[in-house]
């Protein structure tokens, strides 16, 4: 099976979360150079940390980058998947196809290492994509986040913490190339949480996290909610939410927007009337376009 064909096992609405995928192949991004399963980090005791980039073929210089950060709750995704109902390989099309190169990350999930563990490895993705630019195509000063659900999480806290003039050591940690400029120009986020408290109880009721996620230290919890990073210098914001969001309530964006704007961000909030988790009831085609229409704005 190409990837491209890969489907969810029903059209709309929820299913049983996948056990595997049948054996797939790629014909690859269109129009794009890849590299697949570059190592960004070792983590002793743990698999190396990887990400794939995708870069236009033709460009007559470097390119802007998007760092592409999936979701799955913090406990599942792959860099290589979107969300099955979008159809694969469509989201990274549509940036090369744009002229921007595309990076999707893989980072350690909550089973495998509590918080900030997942917030170190984006920002070592970022460094090491930054530090390797002149080689892969990339310009390093023309970059942004894009992620979905818990990846917008991720990828809001590497806009927001990245930009400010010193950034905190023990978000942003040392792994990888362990230094290096991690501000970014622009980001857009799917439908993420601004705060976590609401997943974090160990009462059952919570759709993803216990305690463990965060150490049981209500401190890193409170670190880890984008709402909390909030300043002056986050660079231009476009949030995109369903109205009808059962997962994480369209509320998270709302709140999130109005502290943006208190801040003086330059913030734009778009609600899909109908629209579930992942868009789910709406096609997703005018909200990838949109997304990669504030990117190029913002990355020429």
Known sequence: ?????????????PFPPPTHYPPISTTGVRGARSWTGLTY?????????????????????PVPLVVWIHGGGWVEGDRRYVPLQWGQQTLFDTVVGAGMAVATVDYRLLAEEPFPAPVHDCFAALRYLRRYAPDLGVDPGRVGVWGESAGAQLAALLAFAGSRPYADPHLVGDLGVGSGPVDTRAAVLFYGPDRLEEFAADDGGAPFLGAAAFQGDPDVLRAMAPAEHVHGAVPPTLLMHGASDGVVGVEHSERLHAALLGAGVDSTLEITPGADHCFIGTPIGPHLDRAVAHLRQHLR
């Not at 099976?1 to 609405?13: A, C, F, K, Q």
């Not at 070792?42 to 460009?59: E, I, N, S, Y």
């Open 1 to 13: 099976m190409d990837i491209r064909e890969l489907r969810p096992p029903v059209p709309d609405g």
């Open 41 to 61: 980090a070792f983590v002793h005791g743990f698999r190396p940390l990887t990400l794939d980039l995708h870069v236009p073929t033709g460009a007559s210089g």
